[in-house]
């Protein structure tokens, strides 16, 4: 299957509703990176979100920085060759596979979201290096064991060997009323001993007045969201052994020159990041 890229789920995309008449938290993203993925509806709502913090570019901006780092490092430096990135979004170069495959061009990434705009973009993330792969499946994190049997079905990483479950950005979308815990350790359970969580989540722990009203807004335009404390992110890596130097602000996490803003402060990143190994 060397080089084969793969798009899993609807195949009528097209004809499907993409949410262009209300913002959508992809597009909003896409906004705050200066992409051109996004409406006049989903500015209308970035903006409003910028009016309350206005660092949340700065946040999206750190986040892809942190997200870069971290895979460079699991390819690099740790050896792994399997990646299953959940809640993958618009794609926004570099892209995950390109960063890895950059490392070794053997690695193999399987995207996975359920978000319907994200699917009508997904062809930008099915361009493998020849001898690696990557995949698109469609299915949602809220449903892990779904997840699960989506990718085993799919067949472009597999189990038997050491993967990394990167989950950037994504769980403060999905609230407590969801068993966002549930869902982390049920993806964690169906991974191989060798295998890294590697997670970056928004908090309010530096600006709760600001991040409340974030977090409104969001519900508002019918995404739910919660940004969790310290300790309440720190709670995703229970039973994983951390990658130094742990659960840190993260821009704070081995940093590079060049990596994202240089000049933020913790509460400009508002913005939770790690990588732990599962033994």
Aim: charged letters at 20%; one cysteine or more; aromatic letters at 8%.
């Amino acid at each position: 299957m060397d080089g084969v890229d793969k798009k899993a789920g609807s195949s009528d995309e097209g004809a499907r509703d993409l949410g262009q008449d209300r913002p959508h938290s992809a597009r909003m993203y896409d906004y705050y990176l200066g992409g051109k993925t996004n409406y006049a509806v989903d500015r209308e709502a970035a903006q409003a979100v910028i009016q309350q913090f206005p660092a949340i570019v700065t946040t999206a901006r750190i986040n892809r920085a942190y997200m870069q780092r971290a895979v460079h490092f699991l390819a690099a430096e740790r050896g792994v060759r399997q990646f299953l990135d959940i809640g993958t979004g618009i794609p926004t170069a570099p892209n995950l596979h390109e960063v890895v495959q950059a490392v070794d061009p053997r690695c193999k990434v399987a995207y996975v979201d359920t978000d319907p705009i994200v699917l009508a973009y997904a062809d930008s993330l099915l361009t493998s290096a020849p001898q690696g792969e990557t995949s698109y499946i469609e299915a949602s994190v809220t449903s892990p064991e779904a997840v699960i049997d989506a990718v085993r079905e799919d067949g472009c990483i597999s189990f038997d060997k050491p993967v990394a479950l990167t989950l950037h950005a994504l769980l403060h979308f999905v609230p407590d009323d969801q068993d966002a815990y549930g869902v982390v350790e049920r993806l964690l359970d169906a991974l191989p001993t060798g295998s890294y969580l590697s997670l970056s989540h928004c908090t309010g722990d530096f600006a709760p007045e600001p991040w409340q009203a974030i977090v409104d807004l969001y519900t508002q335009n019918g995404t739910p969201a919660q940004v969790r404390s310290y300790a309440e992110v720190l709670r995703f890596f229970d039973r994983l052994d951390p990658v130094d130097p742990g659960l840190v602000v993260a821009h704070r996490w081995r940093p590079t020159p060049a990596s994202g803003p240089s000049l933020a402060t913790d509460a400009d990143a508002s913005l939770y990041a790690g990588v732990a190994l599962k033994r």
